[in-house]
């Protein structure tokens, strides 16, 4: 199996390198000293990053949000919600995972989201739902979206199965 959750992790740092980067080369007008401390603390992460040391690069980027934070610097970057870093993350990763992905896995995939979408579509326009379906339909979305950034075809089937099920119970077509 392919490492898709390097690759995730991979793209969630670059993506924090590029945002950082960005800001640090733009004249501000901020407080030089931190930003030559912000500087020193992503150099830091890339090189933690490059050999391999992932989690140091993680932290050292969560201590330049808290860092920029505390310095009340206005236009330094803020630390996304993680929804929003989940979905900046994909975006990187879309561009790396087709290199480690073999072609069937990713026809995989790409079979149980779109069945996902519709699926989870149509429950939620369904009359009459009632909240605990509701709440099912989402939380097994959820995995089943984890399943997929992790490119493990079998797991995300399955929970699809499980929207499946609840689909015909409430008569809606799967």
């Avoid at 924090?16 to 007008?29: E, M």
């Avoid at 995972?97 to 026809?107: E, F, K, Y």
């Avoid at 996902?116 to 429950?123: A, F, I, P, S």
Wanted: charged share 30%; aromatic share 6%; proline share 6%.
């Amino acid at each position: 199996m392919p490492d898709a959750y390097k690759v995730m992790v991979d793209a969630e740092l670059s993506k924090a390198f590029d945002v950082w980067s960005g800001y640090l080369d733009a004249r501000t007008g901020e407080d030089p000293q931190v930003r030559a401390r912000l500087r020193s603390m992503l150099e830091s992460a890339r090189a933690a990053a490059d050999e391999g040391d992932c989690a140091t690069a993680r932290a050292l980027v969560a201590d330049m949000y808290d860092e920029a934070r505390e310095a009340a610097l206005t236009w330094a970057p803020s630390q996304p919600r993680p929804c929003e870093a989940d979905r900046q993350m994909r975006d990187y990763a879309e561009d790396a995972l087709p290199q480690v992905l073999p072609l069937g896995i990713r026809d995989r995939l790409d079979h149980v989201a779109v069945s996902l979408r519709v699926t989870g579509r149509r429950l939620k326009a369904a009359p009459g739902l009632d909240e605990a379906t509701r709440q099912d339909v989402l939380y097994i979305t959820a995995r089943a979206g984890m399943a997929l950034d992790l490119a493990h075809p079998a797991a995300a089937r399955r929970e699809l199965e499980r929207l499946e099920a609840i689909a015909r119970r409430w008569n809606v077509e799967p």
